[in-house]
């Protein structure tokens, strides 16, 4: 749908930019949205590479294992369906920990890792187990101790203070947590 939206947006503002006169505000925009894309992308870099190179030394201690460890009753709790899955109980820890420290990016390939091996225990191959729901309700909600992305976009924006938004960052993805998995809990509890 939004391959559909964006051009649409495009031409339509193209066509306001010629039948108001503003062509050279339409392509000063263009270049000076192409220099911010970019400044961002930087940013970005350096705060993925950043994080991954943290991630992989923790990987290398004892960090990673006492973290999952840490959330073992809780992925019991949210997962009574994998009981048997080390595996995907241990990519779903991963994939838990990466959105926690802010590594949205990493966190990704390691949620489709997990969601992978779901579904290969998955009995009706075109729908979701309530592991699976659990589990995309928890990444929707994103619980994050250090928003990276959040700071490093501040960042580039040149904001006084680009950390001020951990607190509400906090605040937002706890409530978002407990409400999204309260109401699968729900759900799955009715459904059964």
Known sequence: MLNILWPIFIILSFIYALISGKVNEVNNGIFTSLS??????????????????????????????????ML?????????????????????????????????NAATPLGIKAMKTMQKENKKKDTLTNSMMMFI?????????????VIAIRTSLNSENPTSIILPVWIATIIAAIVGIAFTKL???KSN
């Open 36 to 69: 911010d894309a970019v400044e961002l992308t930087i940013t970005f870099l350096g705060t993925i590479c950043l994080w991954n190179g943290i991630m992989e030394i923790a990987k290398k201690t004892s960090l990673i294992n006492k973290m999952t460890n």
């Open 72 to 104: 073992k009753p809780f992925i019991n709790f949210l997962f009574p369906d994998l009981k048997e899955n080390r595996t995907a109980k241990q990519e779903i820890s991963m994939n838990m920990i990466a959105n926690i420290l802010g590594l949205g």
């Open 137 to 149: 309700v928890i990444n929707t909600a994103s619980l994050q101790l250090i928003p990276t992305n």
């Open 187 to 189: 759900l799955i509890k």
